[in-house]
Nanobody, 119 residues
Framework: QAQFAESGGDLVQAGGSLRLSCAASGFTFRNYAMSWYRQAPEKERELVATITSTNSMTSYADGVKGRFTISRDNAKNTVYLQMNNLEPTDTAIYYC????????????WGQGTQVIVSS
């Protein structure tokens, strides 16, 4: 079963930066496009960023383009999210998972990592 261990969340002031990490296990990491998702209070989980299995392409939600950068290290089964110029609206619990988890009601999820951005 796929497992994810997210870390790096913190309380930060607006304009600050954080780097999130996610260690994945239980599946062949290098074969999957990986994504970061987030869920703000009283909102549904949303897709934030995606990177293909071979690092060749990335994509971002409109609200984070130019501020967030997703990357991965297939040798370490780890995906990262560099977040710069953080805004209060970025406050959420951040999760990593495969891109396919977006449409898989049976997907397993980690506990996530909390990001709080103060104004």
């Amino acid at each position: 079963q796929a497992q994810f261990a997210e870390s790096g969340g913190d309380l930060v002031q607006a304009g600050g930066s954080l780097r999130l990490s996610c260690a994945a296990s239980g599946f062949t990491f290098r074969n999957y496009a990986m994504s970061w998702y987030r869920q703000a209070p009283e909102k549904e989980r949303e897709l934030v960023a995606t990177i293909t299995s071979t690092n060749s392409m990335t994509s971002y939600a409109d609200g984070v383009k130019g501020r967030f950068t997703i990357s991965r290290d297939n040798a370490k089964n780890t995906v990262y999210l560099q977040m710069n110029n953080l805004e209060p609206t970025d406050t959420a619990i951040y999760y990593c998972n495969t891109l396919t988890a977006k449409s898989d009601s049976g997907a397993s999820w980690g506990q996530g990592t909390q990001v709080i951005v103060s104004s």
